[in-house]
Structures are given as structure tokens and as C-alpha cells.
């Protein structure tokens, strides 16, 4: 239902009271699929108050969450979640944060981000003795070639890219 047309599940969608009830019932997907259709519109705080039972289970959930919380500038919290995520899901370097990286972009931007970058002035990554800042940081163009930045960088750039969007 989601993969073909998110709309059908939105305000005003076909679905919606459908969908609704499979997020009341705590269907995670279902939820995870409210949360960023809710922080496209209400803000990342609504989408992480939405999301936070879920992590650290669902690996989406939990790398959201982590995501949000750098938008807001709650680098010590995305830094426990990030830690989370590495546990239960999959090392940060690895390529598979990268494609739920890239899947988070398409979801949000089918549930209609805005592109507004309304989190620059909050945006502040972790940096501290698990999760670091990428020294190349500033040596990448992540506009130009995404997958061949260093794996150090990949979730920096997601978390970049993502707060752009909202």
C-alpha cells in the first residue's frame, strides 16, 4: 500500500482510517510510516516523541530517531541512539546505513518534504568518544557522488541531507 502511493494513506487518502487503526494498535511499520508523514508536517520533535517506542527494535525507527535528534541540535541523545542502532541493527560504516539512508530520503520526500533546511542553525552531529565528526568532512562534495564518500561520512551526510529536507 505505501510503496505504490503514499497519498492513498495520508490526510485525506483513501486508506487513511484503515491505516489509522493499524497505528493504533502499534503495527511498527504502520507507525513508522505516521511518524514521517507526521514530522513532514508537525516537526522532527512530533516525529520523535511518535517513534521513540519503537527504537531501539526497529532499525529504521531507531536510525530516525537518532537523525531527528541531530536536526535539533540533541547530539548527545542521537549519539546514544546512533550507539543503539550499531548493536541491535548495523555498523554505521556499513554500506546497509547508507541504502536506509537513501530510503529515508525517498520516503520523505513521497510523503512531501518540504526542503526548507529549517534545522541549520540546530543541526549539530555527534562528537565525542564512540561517534565522531568525520576528519574528511569538508574534503567530500556529497552533492556529487553520494556512494563514493568514505565510510566515514556516509552518516554524517544522511543526517545532513535529511535535515535539508525538513
Given at each position: 500500500m505505501v510503496?505504490?502511493?503514499?497519498?492513498?494513506i495520508?490526510?485525506?487518502?483513501?486508506?487513511?482510517?484503515?491505516f489509522l487503526k493499524c497505528v493504533e494498535?502499534?503495527?511498527i511499520d504502520a507507525v513508522y510510516y505516521e511518524c514521517l508523514h507526521r514530522s513532514?508536517?508537525?516537526g522532527v520533535e512530533v516525529g520523535i516523541k511518535f517513534l521513540e517506542p519503537n527504537?531501539?527494535?526497529?532499525g529504521l525507527s531507531t536510525l530516525v530517531v537518532g537523525i531527528f535528534y541531530v536536526c535539533i541540535g540533541e547530539d548527545m541523545k542521537a549519539s546514544h541512539v546512533f550507539q543503539q542502532f550499531a548493536v541491535n541493527h548495523v555498523d554505521l560504516r556499513s554500506d546497509a546505513i547508507f541504502e536506509m539512508g537513501d530510503e529515508l530520503e525517498s520516503r520523505?520526500?513521497?510523503f512531501h518534504a518540504r526542503y526548507l533546511n529549517s534545522h541549520d542553525a540546530t543541526f549539530k552531529f555527534p562528537d565525542n568518544d564512540v561517534i565522531k565528526t568525520p576528519r574528511c568532512l569538508y574534503g567530500h562534495d556529497?552533492?556529487?557522488d553520494f556512494e563514493g564518500i568514505c565510510?566515514?561520512?556516509?552518516?554524517?551526510w544522511i543526517c545532513f541531507n535529511i535535515s535539508h529536507m525538513l
Open positions: 510503496n505504490v502511493t503514499p497519498c492513498e495520508g490526510n485525506y487518502g483513501k486508506f487513511r482510517q484503515f494498535v502499534g503495527n513532514t508536517s508537525l527504537v531501539p527494535t526497529h520523505l520526500s513521497s556529497y552533492m556529487v565510510k566515514n561520512c556516509r552518516l554524517f
